[in-house]
């Protein structure tokens, strides 16, 4: 959202009202996509007892699953509100997109075929956490989608990725007991650690080369600073296989999307 609103305030293309919008659609469909998958972990017994990581809503008894199921079906509601907005500003491909974000993020453990628990996890996080939610946001704006962004949906895809590959990295030993085949279950933990180092040197590899080749902005440059930042996470992974020190991985994977983020709008803006 950030490199695709950058994009639009640099094209003098920005509106706060289209902004304020996918603002809150976004926000919407991650709070709805987190409530699905709290409820149906908890459905197929994925949260056990011996699992790592911060309380779940349904498991630990916080909230009913049928009251959870009717957060779920708000959560998207309210995101459809302002998807009908946006449709009426930015056109129809504005329902496609948010009808099949919709339904990928049910479908992520919930349906007749979870993806989340047939290792398509990363796949599905790639391409609308990274390329849909960026190409999205900027279409908004004007219908035009540059070359940058479409790069910069790559980066933010690669790092929603990682993000997802620490949790499954700690979840490896419960997602095995509890019948999830992520892919990390499925590689098993070394591959998996492999597929998490690769995923953010990869990140930094492609930062690189859009910033020397006009893929992205010369001063995209910058966002290398942050590039250390990978070293303690990456040997955490391949010396942890404890919860806690693995949740502050996740944690730190996370923030590092959000500093590449920072650093990429601004070089967008400038």
Known sequence: MLIGTASAWHDSVFAILPFLAVSFAVV????????????????????AATRIGPQRAV????????????????????????????????????????VISILAALGYTNGPVPYGYYGM????????????????????????IPAA???????????????????????IDTDTEAGKRTLAVVMGRQAARRMYAGTL???FVIIA??????????????????APLSIPLIKTVFTEKEGPPLIEVLKGTAQLQLFVALLISLAMVF
């Open 201 to 203: 040197i990869l990140t």
């Open 59 to 98: 498991s630990s008894g916080a909230i009913s699953a049928s009251d959870m199921k009717r957060g779920v079906f708000a959560a998207f509601g309210l995101a459809g509100i302002a998807g009908l907005y946006l449709m009426w500003y930015a056109g129809w491909p504005i329902l496609v997109i948010g």
């Open 209 to 226: 080369f859009g910033s020397l080749t006009g893929l992205l902005p010369p001063l995209s440059l910058l966002a290398l600073i942050v």
């Open 149 to 171: 962004v479409w790069t910069g949906g790559v980066v933010m895809g690669l790092l929603a990725t990682a993000i997802l590959q620490a949790n499954n990295i700690r979840d």
């Open 121 to 144: 996890g990363e796949l599905f996080v790639f391409t609308f956490f990274g390329i849909v939610a960026t190409v999205g946001t900027r279409f908004v704006y004007s219908g035009s």
């Open 28 to 47: 919407m469909i991650q709070v709805g996509v987190n409530y699905a998958n709290d409820l149906a972990d908890f459905q197929r017994g994925a949260d």
